[in-house]
């Protein structure tokens, strides 16, 4: 497996309970770890390689009339004492870009890396901020020699921002990347009970994390070993936990925090795929230890390990030694910010996409069989449906065609770092009761579906903007809708819902636009 380059700082939290209660301690760690790149780079000359992105032509939406406030001196007046404050008119001029492809070459012409970027939404205002157009008329009079320019500066904005997104995406794909992290380390204490054998698995991998700081690169075989047998020490109390009795040495709250220890040593080593699996249990088991939390919370791990699975999917699985990792780190040095970029508008982007589908093509297979041939292990099959985009975050979208579902799928509940859910137009009838263990959620979209009722535990979603339960069969929402003060969107059309409780859903809600 992969390993990292940490060091390590240490502070220790103290997480006080009854006394009556076991005290869980947790020591936070803060590490750097060396991301190794996306590519190969044993196998890539640096010297010779190209950049090159295209991004689809903007479309330009209609243009806004805005007012605003200016600052203007009176005609003559030189004095800024003289400045009045004067409405004044502008346009402002909306586009949109599906996004971008991204091919890296090298001198032979070979495609080395080819990436698709997300799409865009901006736009671009003309007359702002100038004391010439307080009357419209005059606006109106130079816009339409203005217009002729408005379309150069949209692709030259565009262009720009696509050359800084695809620097980015270059860094990450060729070169190593040193990354700031926390990690938590739980331990525990208890008068009714012995976590002698725990505390002291706990004792060693602490050690290893401060001992990463002393100028070792990489975590070498001893190290690795130690945390191999905490890692034992752990999975076998909790082989005799008790999940229903709170007061078993290994219950349910201490089984959490185990997992979570589990997770860390696996991150540590390089298992994403077993650090995964190990976060997801450890927050199915007990919801509080997903709430974020100085950043090391089981969300963040959960959402940092996605990352960098996605990341190693493509990777060797060798163990990088310290003469290995020096020589990454010396090539980002060398390179980074040097290798040609080239930003094209309309007239490269099909050549590039057709490059990129076919590249895109090759890769899947190769993910593909990687999965299969990893992660056999998982049981949850929505996890791979998941995507992740900078700008949305984990995204699930379950399409009703061909496969519709009549009821909400437990498996989904598991999946506590996601962002967006969308399931419309399938026949789900019923959401589950402790639907608000989805506490990271910001867009949930169930229209079209059978739903009766709402479960108040949805109060729980404190991160929810839209909510779309349109076209469904729904009466009367919980009063635990209250809680989502966060919610700014909310679709109600199409369901019997009463005058008189549409009244009481906008009083619990006063800042929420309801659609009807």
Same mark, same amino acid.
């Given at each position: ?6 060091f390590?700082a240490a502070?220790l939290?103290a997480?006080g309970?009854?006394a009556?209660a076991?005290?869980f301690?947790?020591?936070?760690f803060?590490v750097?770890?060396?991301q190794?790149?996306?590519?190969d780079?044993?196998r890539?000359?640096y010297?010779?390689?190209t950049v090159?992105?295209?991004h689809?032509v903007p479309?330009i939406?209609e243009p /806004?009339?805005r007012t ?11 004095s800024?004492?003289?400045?009045v404050e004067?409405?004044?008119h502008y +346009? ?5 870009t599906?996004?971008?492809v991204?091919v890296?070459?090298?001198?032979d012409?070979?495609?080395?890396h080819s990436e ?11 007359g ?8 419209? #008329?005059q606006?109106?009079e130079?816009?339409?020699v203005g217009?002729?320019?408005i379309?150069?500066?949209?692709d030259?904005?565009?262009?720009d ?7 980015r ?17 739980f331990?525990?204490r208890?008068?009714?009970h012995? +976590?002698?054998?725990e505390?002291?698995a706990a ?5 290893i ?5 002393d100028?070792?690169?990489?975590l070498?075989?001893?190290?690795r ?9 752990w999975?076998?109390?909790l082989?005799?936990?008790?999940m229903?009795d ?6 349910r709250?201490?089984?959490?925090r185990?997992?979570a220890n589990i997770?860390?040593?696996q991150m540590?080593m ?11 249990? #450890?927050?199915?088991?007990w919801?509080a230890?997903?709430s ?7 969300a963040?791990?959960l959402?940092r390990?996605a990352?960098?699975r ?5 990777q060797s ?5 310290a003469?290995?990792t020096e020589?990454r780190?010396?090539?980002?040095d ?7 970029l080239?930003v094209?508008?309309?007239?490269r ?8 589908l076919?590249q895109?093509t ?6 593909i069989a ?6 056999e292990?998982?049981?949850n099959r929505y ?6 985009t900078?700008t /949305?975050?984990?995204?699930l ?9 009549d ?8 999946l506590t770092h996601l ?11 019923k959401?589950?009761?402790?639907i ?8 949930l ?10 479960p108040?535990?949805i109060?729980?979603?404190t991160?929810l ?7 469904n069969?729904?009466e ?7 809680r989502?003060?966060s919610l700014?969107?909310?679709?109600l059309?199409g369901n019997?819902?009463?005058d008189?409780?549409l009244?009481r859903i906008?009083r ?9």
């Amino acid at each position: 497996m992969k390993a990292f380059v940490v060091f390590c700082a240490a502070t220790l939290v103290a997480a006080g309970t009854p006394a009556t209660a076991t005290r869980f301690e947790r020591e936070t760690f803060k590490v750097r770890t060396v991301q190794m790149p996306l590519l190969d780079v044993d196998r890539i000359d640096y010297g010779t390689l190209t950049v090159e992105v295209a991004h689809d032509v903007p479309e330009i939406g209609e243009p /806004q009339l805005r007012t605003t406030k200016t600052w203007c001196r009176p005609n003559g007046s030189k004095s800024l004492k003289d400045a009045v404050e004067v409405p004044t008119h502008y +346009y402002e001029i909306p586009h949109h870009t599906d996004g971008a492809v991204i091919v890296v070459r090298s001198g032979d012409g070979s495609v080395v890396h080819s990436e698709r970027l997300d799409p865009h939404d901006g736009h671009v205002r003309f007359g702002y901020d100038q004391c010439r157009y307080w009357l419209q #008329s005059q606006l109106d009079e130079d816009w339409a020699v203005g217009m002729k320019r408005i379309p150069g500066e949209i692709d030259n904005d565009v262009r720009d921002l696509y050359r800084t997104i695809s620097e980015r995406t270059v860094d990450e794909a060729l070169f190593a990347v040193v990354r700031e992290d926390k990690i938590p380390l739980f331990s525990f204490r208890d008068k009714r009970h012995d +976590y002698q054998q725990e505390n002291t698995a706990a004792g060693g991998a602490a050690t290893i994390y401060r001992g990463l700081n002393d100028g070792a690169l990489v975590l070498g075989p001893t190290g690795r070993e130690r945390l191999e047998a905490s890692i034992a020490r752990w999975t076998e109390a909790l082989d005799q936990a008790d999940m229903q009795d709170k007061q078993a040495r290994i219950s349910r709250k201490v089984a959490a925090r185990l997992h979570a220890n589990i997770g860390v040593a696996q991150m540590m080593m390089g298992e994403t795929i077993e650090a995964k699996r190990s976060f997801e249990t #450890s927050s199915r088991m007990w919801g509080a230890t997903v709430s974020r939390s100085n950043g090391t919370g089981n969300a963040d791990l959960l959402a940092r390990i996605a990352e960098r699975r996605q990341r190693e999917a493509r990777q060797s699985s060798e163990v990088f030694d310290a003469e290995q990792t020096e020589h990454r780190l010396d090539l980002a040095d060398r390179y980074r910010g040097k290798i040609p970029l080239t930003v094209f508008g309309g007239e490269r982007y099909e050549t590039l996409s057709a490059v990129h589908l076919e590249q895109a093509t090759v890769r899947l297979v190769q993910d593909i069989a990687t999965e299969k041939a990893t992660d056999e292990g998982v049981v949850n099959r929505y996890e791979n449906q998941v995507m992740h985009t900078s700008t /949305q975050g984990f995204v699930l979208f379950l399409m009703p065609y061909g496969n519709k579902l009549d009821t909400f799928p437990d498996e989904i509940l598991e999946l506590t770092h996601l962002n967006r859910l969308r399931a419309p137009g399938h026949g789900i009838e019923k959401l589950p009761d402790d639907i608000g263990q989805l506490s990271a959620l910001e867009v949930l979209d169930l229209s079209g579906n059978r739903i009766i009722g709402v479960p108040g535990n949805i109060g729980q979603m404190t991160q929810l903007r839209k909510l779309d339960l349109a076209n469904n069969r729904i009466e009367r929402l919980p009063d635990e809708i209250s809680r989502l003060q966060s919610l700014k969107s909310l679709s109600l059309k199409g369901n019997p819902i009463s005058d008189q409780e549409l009244s009481r859903i906008r009083r619990l809600l006063p800042n929420c636009k309801i659609k009807m």
